[in-house]
């Protein structure tokens, strides 16, 4: 079992790319900035394609808008959709129609801006196409993302201030960045403005479906009021897919095309919400893009007003989902394999961690977190939250017994 635990705790050596959407950090390598993932095998060419935004004049661009089914076809319509009684049908939330795309970007393009930093201390470039971003909030709050804001130095942000603001019917403005996380890739700039602002409504990304339509609005290549359209191609695409270190997260991935200075404009779905925050692209393959779904957003954005920045519990686990393969593989290893049918395994324990502290080991395999019996990661984030300094119960299994830990989760080292 020792050696099948050590195969699993294996670092992931592939090189990160930019954006993180966790809001807990709870795995970690033997420092609070970082954490352990489960290895995985990522293709050389996949690896060398991903775009580090720090790396390059423009930022990542990423767009997308989605969400929604095609409704079944009737045999009573011809292929105008005017029934056999010449009635027009009438419209309906979530429907695809010949003009639903173009209803979308007039929705939400003209709250979506060209946003460009001026020159940085570590020569990030001046000058639009930098990225994009989108008008929340009439008081002139703008969603975008950090890297197209903030400058960058050795993956840690150097700086933030002023940026300017292009509106797509022209207006210029000097915005302020209020917020900005480098874990998440997600930043706020502030405007002030004596007329008012257009802006896009959120939506939710968590009723998102593969092959669901989206468009993608942004300003690629200095060019505004740019739209182009796609499907989501996976909802749940997660980070150690893409071979990236640090948090575990997870991203919406779609095959809109997307370009330098699509980054931090919105991914909308057909009813003009947006579901996303486009930021980061692979290159040298068409139709891969990724966004951090606006859900994850949403809650950064909750972090940002209640404590000025993102609160991450850290307790050093390293944990990974367990399934029917593992738990049999493990048993075949290790006689003493705790008798479970689902749970989180814990194959490494940071040494002077809160964990080791609250008396976990290597092999634990923990069923109950904060009184909810859990068996994801995923789920123990959500209970986490920003959680720090509050004792959490936690019940794991190891061998035959059953044993109630615990936890104490201290706050992770930020960037920012």
Known sequence: MNRFLRKLSTPNRIVAIAAAAGSVLLYANGNRNSDYTASVSLP????????????????????????????????????????????????CSGCLGRDSFAKAAAKVGPAVVNVSAPQGENGISPGKGRGSGTIINQDGTILTCAHAVVDFHGLRASSKGKVHVTLQDGRTFEGTVVNADLQSDVAIVKINSKTPLPTAKLGSSSKLQPGD????????????????????????????????????????????????????????????????????????????????????????????????RVVRPWIGLKMIDLNEMIITQLKESDPTFPNVKKGILVPMVTPGSPAERAGFRPGDVVIEFDGKAVESIKEIVEIMGDRVGVPIKVVVKRARDELTLTVTAEESNSDM
Request: charge should be negative; proline fraction near 6%; charged fraction near 15%.
């Open 44 to 91: 050389a060419p996949l690896r060398e394609s991903l775009w580090l935004p720090w790396q390059s004049e423009l930022s990542v661009p990423l767009f997308s808008l989605g969400n929604s089914s095609v409704p079944s076809s009737d045999i009573s319509k011809d292929v105008s959709g005017v029934s056999a009684a010449g009635e027009i049908p009438k419209t």
């Open 213 to 308: 339509c989206v468009i993608a609005v942004g300003c690629p290549l200095s060019l505004q009021n740019t739209v182009t359209s796609g499907i989501v191609s996976c909802v749940d695409r997660k980070s150690t897919d893409l071979g990236l270190g640090g948090l575990r997260r997870e991203y919406l991935q779609t095959d809109c095309a997307i370009n330098p200075g699509n980054s931090g404009g919105p991914l909308v779905n057909i009813d003009g919400e947006v579901i996303g925050v486009n930021i980061m692209k692979v290159l040298a393959a068409d139709g891969l893009g990724f966004a951090v779904p606006i859900d994850s957003v949403t809650k950064i954005m909750d972090h940002f007003k209640r404590n000025g």
